[in-house]
Nanobody, 129 residues
Framework: VQLQASGGGSVQAGDSLRLTCQVS???????????VGWFRQGPGKEREFVAV????????RYSDSVKGRFIVSRDNAEKTVYLQMNRLKPEDTAVYYC????????????????????WGQGTLVTVSS
């Protein structure tokens, strides 16, 4: 497994959760300059983009559905990326995946899941009303 997502759980609407994406020490990504995206797939839904952060953290993008509520950040020394999810809603219920891609430039990011070559196992977030 190249990346490992964790931190999911069952919460009430309005609560917060922080997801963590850890790059494996054995991963070929450890010596690369990679952007990390978060995607999710809800029950009966297609996989959708949530957020992405560039390698140095100066470029961030969010889907309209989470903008203003979720915050993506990273600690390259720890090879970890975080997704802080605030004011959670029932429609945020999904399996959340983190993934990495290798852009041509440090500031570049992608919102397309097809651009990502490295994926982690998902972590389930359930938000009840």
């Amino acid at each position: 497994v190249q990346l490992q997502a964790s931190g999911g759980g069952s919460v009430q609407a309005g609560d917060s959760l922080r997801l963590t994406c850890q790059v494996s020490q054995a991963s070929p990504l450890t010596d690369r300059r990679y952007a990390v995206g978060w995607f999710r797939q809800g029950p009966g839904k297609e996989r959708e983009f949530v957020a992405v952060i560039s390698f140095v953290g100066d470029t961030k993008r969010y889907s309209d559905s989470v903008k203003g509520r979720f915050i993506v950040s990273r600690d390259n020394a720890e090879k970890t990326v975080y997704l802080q999810m605030n004011r959670l809603k029932p429609e945020d219920t999904a399996v959340y995946y983190c993934a990495a891609h290798l852009p041509d430039y440090d500031y570049a990011v992608s919102v397309r899941w097809a651009d990502y070559s490295y994926w982690g196992q998902g972590t389930l977030v359930t938000v009840s009303s």
